[in-house]
């Protein structure tokens, strides 16, 4: 399944989803260091992360529309982003929520 990860950090929950079976169509994170960590562990071929579309943006200025659809699962990495995750799978049409916490 396609899915866009949130607030991705240093990219722990991006790892366990990509482990769960989730392609990440999306990385998005707005910090500089945490980005600068994604592209030292793709620079070392790491599992998963080599792969992923790195974005250093902010989640609310990024353009989901370059998605292409299909994304089945927006996660993120703090409870207190909900409303930001819950605009952004607004923004790719995605119409059900479920919280894992």
Sequence with gaps: MKSVELFAGAGGLAIGMAKA???H???IEWNSDA???FR???RHHTRHVEEWPLHEDDVREFDYGTLNGDVMVVSGGDAAIR???REA???LGIE???WID
């Design 89 to 91: 799978a607004t923004r």
């Design 96 to 98: 059900r929520m479920e």
């Design 40 to 42: 030292e562990n793709k």
């Design 83 to 85: 409303k930001l995750v």
């Design 21 to 23: 079976g989730f392609h």
């Design 25 to 27: 169509a999306a990385v």
């Design 35 to 37: 980005c600068e960590t």
